[in-house]
């Protein structure tokens, strides 16, 4: 079982930037792929980023594609999304999640591979 608490959400001007921060309960943490989605007010939550459990593979959206990194922390037990160089519409509400630790790491684009998720955290980019 893990629990995830997302923190760091916020309003911002756009070409600012915000932190996402991630903490997993668990001791196993570091068997679970870990991704960011997000959802837009009226849309579907996309996928965003994902990292493998040793942090050798990472994946991103084309969207945000050299403006966020996502990174991770075994010892923390916790998975960051740093967000640069923000638009308007990267505006949602971002979710951390953990992947099933059957997951391979070419997979962790795949929503419905995840078992955990977080409540979400909201972030708003001013135009």
């Known amino acids: 079982q893990v629990q995830l608490v997302e923190s760091g959400g916020g309003l911002v001007q756009a070409g600012g930037s915000l932190r996402l921060s991630c903490a997993a309960s668990?001791?196993?943490?570091?068997?679970?792929?870990m991704g960011w989605f997000r959802q837009a007010p009226g849309k579907e939550r996309e996928f965003v980023a994902a990292?493998?459990?040793?942090?050798?593979?990472?994946y991103y959206t084309d969207s945000v594609l050299g403006r966020f990194t996502i990174s991770r922390d075994n010892a923390k037990n916790a998975v960051y999304l740093q967000m640069n160089s923000l638009k308007p519409e990267d505006t949602a509400v971002y979710y951390c999640?953990?992947?099933?630790?059957?997951?391979?790491?070419?997979?962790?684009?795949?929503?419905?591979?995840?078992?955990?998720w977080g409540q979400g955290t909201q972030v708003t980019v001013s135009s």
């Open positions: 668990g001791r196993t943490f570091s068997r679970y792929g």
């Open positions: 999640a953990a992947a099933n630790p059957a997951t391979t790491a070419q997979a962790l684009r795949v929503m419905t591979l995840y078992d955990y």
């Open positions: 990292i493998s459990w040793s942090g050798s593979s990472i």
